[in-house]
Structure formats: structure tokens, C-alpha cells
């Protein structure tokens, strides 16, 4: 491939996930608009018997319809809230995205004109560079696209028996050298013999985008413990803990918004790095882990933050322990 071929792939790649992901975060303010137009429905009027007097409804009426009232008030104001969420969720995501995809796209024109021109002194550098570019690209584009199967309710899951701890072992031991280059202590202790039914693609997947989300906030020389236990609950635990100085408090009930990030900094992955485009990474591991049937949550500990996978029992669902 060209380098002008893959200025090309990298330009479409950049249209296809824009209109993506205001697919996406769009089909999110539909639901919430449709919610909040299903609250102003006119609800059907209680019935009289005709036998008892009139009267005596009165005051129950009255009271039944001022507590309806203000029930209906409160929620279309909590349709409204979330209607504005997701509404600033989806310009955030916009933005991130357009800026995370316009930067390895510039770099890509600029090395493809500079071997056009003859004036690259290693043309060979250049075409793995403008290569792991468009992979980056590739990356982020296709984090789009599952999280709009995501919100459309399309993922679908491809069960089977999974080894926690292979699976967790294989994803940490991938990241393993992205870890090495931060100069980061990344390490895993699981329990053998943790056995589940789960699609595991998109369970490595999650897996990976968590061990990522640490790599890239962990200051050098810190560690990352990735886990894979019994939780007191029965549940299989998946936590990855990081010494990154945590989450404030104000924003944990943000992180798995599409679109949010911690920082108003924005440093794209590295070509070659796995990708967190647009702050996506974490809204996709709630999403796949609500496929599964289990919950994801995060909290501070001392010096950094905790996000922990909890996959529940076999009578509850289809992923689970056997």
C-alpha cells in the first residue's frame, strides 16, 4: 500500500468514526427524549362507581391527582436531567474523538508528503509509522462500533467455558511490554481453577481496556495488580488496581460515561498502543460486563483506584461459574 493509499484508508477511517459515534451517543438522546415523552402520557381517569356519591370521591381525587402531579413533575425532571447528560456526553465524545483522530491523521498527510516529495531519509521508518498510525485509527474506529452495538442492544455474546486465569494471564503477558516501556511493575495473581461461561473476545476485551486505562494514568515505577478471585458474594472477581493517586470523588459516577475523561489533557496512545479513543474504554467494559449479567464498579484506595468485575452465580445467568 501507498502512502497516499493509506492517507486514503486513514481519512475514511476518520468520517467512519465520527458518524458513529454521534450514532451512538445520538441513539442515547432518543431513548431519553422517548422516555420522557412516554411521562407526559395523559394517564386514563379513575372510575366513579355509580352507586356511591360523587362527593365523596372529591377529596380523594384531589389528592390523588396533586401526588400524581408531582410525581409526573419529578419525573420529567429526572428525564430532563439525563436528556442533558447524554446530550453533553455526546458533544464530549464528538470532540475527544475529532481531536484523537485528526492528530495521527495529520502525522500520516505530513510523512506521506514528505516521501512523495523524496524528502524522507528513512522511507521505511516512515511506512511502519504511517502504518501503526492507521492501526491506531483502525483501533478507535472499531471501539465505535461496539459501543454502538453496545447501545443499540446488538452485542452478542459467543459462550463458552473460560479459565479466568488463562485468559486473564494471556491479556496481561499481551500488555505486558506496553507496561515495560512506562516502566511500570504490571502483575497478575489469580486463582486457578475459576471457570465461567462467557464470550471470551469480548471479556478480554474489558479485561484489556481496564489494564490499559491503568498503564496509561500510572506514573513510572509504579505497580498495577491485576486479580482474579472469589468474591465473598460467590461472584468470580476481576480487579485491576492501580497506584495512579485515584479518581475525585465528584467524578466516579462519571468514568463509565461515554466521552468522559479525567483529564482536559489530551495525549493520544502511542502507535503500536492499544487505544482509548474518545474515553471509550470504560463504557465499553460496563457494557460488555452488563452482557454477562454482572456489574462493574470502581472506588479510591490508598494512592490510587480500584475497578473490579464481580460475574455472578449459575442460577442467575448464562455467564458464570460451572
Known amino acids: 500500500m501507498t502512502a497516499s493509499q493509506l492517507v486514503d484508508v486513514a481519512t475514511a477511517a476518520l468520517v467512519c468514526a465520527i458518524v458513529v459515534g454521534?450514532?451512538?451517543?445520538?441513539?442515547?438522546?432518543?431513548?431519553?427524549?422517548?422516555?420522557?415523552?412516554s411521562r407526559h402520557a395523559p394517564t386514563t381517569d379513575a372510575v366513579v362507581p355509580a352507586s356511591e356519591p360523587a362527593d365523596r370521591h372529591t377529596d380523594t381525587a384531589k389528592t390523588t391527582d396533586t401526588a400524581d402531579t408531582a410525581e409526573t413533575a419529578r419525573l420529567l425532571a429526572d428525564a430532563r436531567l439525563l436528556e442533558t447528560r447524554i446530550e453533553a456526553s455526546r458533544r464530549e465524545l464528538v470532540s475527544?474523538?475529532?481531536?484523537?483522530?485528526?492528530?495521527?491523521?495529520?502525522g500520516i498527510r505530513a510523512m506521506a508528503e514528505a516521501l512523495e516529495d523524496g524528502m524522507?531519509?528513512?522511507?521505511?521508518?516512515?511506512y511502519a509509522q504511517i502504518r501503526g498510525q492507521v492501526d491506531q485509527l483502525t483501533g478507535m474506529v472499531d471501539d465505535l462500533f461496539e459501543l454502538s452495538?453496545?447501545?443499540?442492544?446488538?452485542l452478542r455474546l459467543s459462550l463458552e467455558r473460560v479459565s479466568l486465569y488463562d485468559l486473564i494471564s494471556d491479556t496481561v503477558a499481551e500488555l505486558a511490554p506496553v507496561a515495560t516501556s512506562k516502566s511500570l511493575d504490571l502483575r497478575f495473581e489469580g486463582e486457578s481453577g475459576l471457570t465461567i461461561l462467557a464470550d471470551p473476545r469480548e471479556l478480554a476485551r474489558a479485561v484489556g481496556n481496564l489494564v490499559m486505562n491503568a498503564i496509561q494514568h500510572a506514573p513510572a515505577g509504579s505497580p498495577?495488580?491485576?486479580s482474579a478471585t472469589r468474591h465473598d458474594d460467590?461472584?468470580?472477581?476481576?480487579?485491576?488496581?492501580?497506584?495512579?493517586?485515584?479518581?475525585?470523588?465528584?467524578?466516579?459516577?462519571?468514568?463509565?460515561?461515554?466521552?468522559?475523561r479525567a483529564s482536559e489533557h489530551r495525549t493520544p496512545a502511542a502507535p503500536g498502543m492499544p487505544s482509548g479513543g474518545g474515553g471509550l474504554g470504560?463504557?465499553?467494559?460496563?457494557?460488555?460486563?452488563e452482557a454477562h449479567h454482572g456489574d462493574v464498579v470502581v472506588r479510591n484506595v490508598p494512592g490510587g483506584c480500584r475497578f473490579e468485575v464481580l460475574l455472578p452465580p449459575a442460577e442467575n445467568t448464562a455467564g458464570v461459574f460451572v
Do not use: C, K, M, N
Open 22 to 37: 454521534g450514532l451512538a451517543l445520538g441513539a442515547l438522546v432518543v431513548a431519553a427524549r422517548s422516555i420522557r415523552s
Open 96 to 106: 475527544w474523538i475529532s481531536h484523537d483522530l485528526r492528530t495521527p491523521l495529520a
Open 120 to 126: 524522507a531519509p528513512d522511507p521505511e521508518r516512515y
Open 234 to 260: 460467590g461472584r468470580a472477581s476481576i480487579a485491576v488496581q492501580d497506584s495512579a493517586g485515584g479518581i475525585p470523588e465528584h467524578d466516579l459516577a462519571r468514568v463509565f460515561e461515554a466521552g468522559w
Open 282 to 289: 470504560l463504557a465499553i467494559v460496563q457494557g460488555i460486563v
Open 224 to 226: 498495577i495488580v491485576v
Open 149 to 154: 452495538r453496545i447501545h443499540a442492544g446488538t
